[in-house]
């Protein structure tokens, strides 16, 4: 028996939905096929497909499956079909929302093939990849950078504790009660060992100048708040061959383009909010 390969969908329930709507659709409007999927049963007037199959499998978690799961789950999903056959015979009206369920899977169907579409009409080129590398590497200036930072949203709070903060030794004690009380935020304290790509815009004109285990003198403002920044290192950063990094290039130049098309597509829909 063959098996084609699904889509691998991160909502369960989302697949779930899918096979649930299959079912219904077929009992209602009678026999549908695929031409590039083979029917492996038929239940009544209604078929199963390999594709029908593959997907009631991993929705229930079944991979590198034998012949006896196989046959298992396909006979499960016999029962499915032959239940949805009853169903539609009595005439069971679905839910509100089961109905809204299954058009907002349509949309976001349709939502889905939007995006796969854009990108085809709108391919990432060689040349903007390799644009994005050149930018990239004269970002980053081949160095990395340990952080620490302390962000506040009043910036006369930061700068209210950065003048009590006289030495690094100073910061380290106002860190790590910070720390404690900030137990909840994330990218706080300690950022590791970064790049100037990896931070606000406005860290990329400090950290370069500043020295090793040192607090720089003024707050620095950023979309975010307002930080208190200790740069503990610095080291250079070999640059990556180009090869080893298209495709995370590419793929990254492909969300920006989607990103993109989410924004004018949502402009050019006019939206209103009704109170």
């Not at 930061?158 to 006289?166: E, F, G, H, R």
């Not at 708040?225 to 640059?239: F, K, S, T």
């Not at 793929?251 to 989607?258: E, M, P, S, V």
């Given at each position: 028996m063959r098996f084609f390969p699904i889509i691998s969908i991160n909502m369960k329930v989302f697949v779930i939905l899918l096979v649930c709507l299959f079912l219904i659709s077929c009992s209602q409007q009678g026999t549908q096929q695929l031409p590039e999927?083979?029917?492996i049963a038929e239940v009544g007037d209604e078929i199963v497909t390999a594709d029908l199959l593959n997907a009631y499998m991993h929705v229930n978690g079944i991979v590198n499956a034998d012949a006896e799961m196989v046959n298992s789950a396909l006979n499960k999903l016999i029962e499915e079909v032959a239940m949805a056959n009853v169903a539609a015979k009595k005439k069971l009206p679905m839910t509100k929302e089961q109905l809204n369920n299954i058009k907002y899977l349509q949309l976001r169907a349709l939502a889905s093939n939007a995006k796969v579409n854009y990108l085809a009409e709108n391919l990432v080129t060689e040349s903007e990849i390799q644009s994005e590398y050149t930018k990239v590497n004269e970002t980053s200036q081949g160095q990395q950078y340990h952080v620490h930072h302390l962000l506040y949203t009043d910036e006369i709070e930061?700068?209210?504790?950065?003048?009590?903060?006289?030495s690094v030794d100073d910061f380290k004690v106002k860190e790590i009660e910070y720390m404690l009380k900030n137990q909840d935020k994330r990218n706080i304290g300690d950022l590791g060992w970064v790049t100037l790509l990896q931070l606000p815009k406005s860290f990329v004109d400090v950290l370069p100048n500043m020295d090793n285990n040192s607090v720089f003198d003024?707050?620095?403002a950023s979309q975010f708040?307002?930080?208190?920044?200790?740069?503990?290192?610095?080291?250079?950063?070999?640059?990556p061959p180009f090869e080893e990094v298209k495709k995370g290039i590419e793929?990254?130049?492909?969300?920006?383009?989607?990103s993109k098309f989410t924004q004018l597509a949502k402009a050019k829909a006019h939206v209103k909010i009704k109170n």
């Open positions: 999927s083979e029917v930061a700068i209210s504790v950065l003048d009590t903060i006289k003024k707050v620095i708040g307002a930080h208190i920044v200790y740069l503990e290192a610095q080291r250079d950063m070999p640059i793929n990254t130049l492909k969300a920006k383009k989607i």
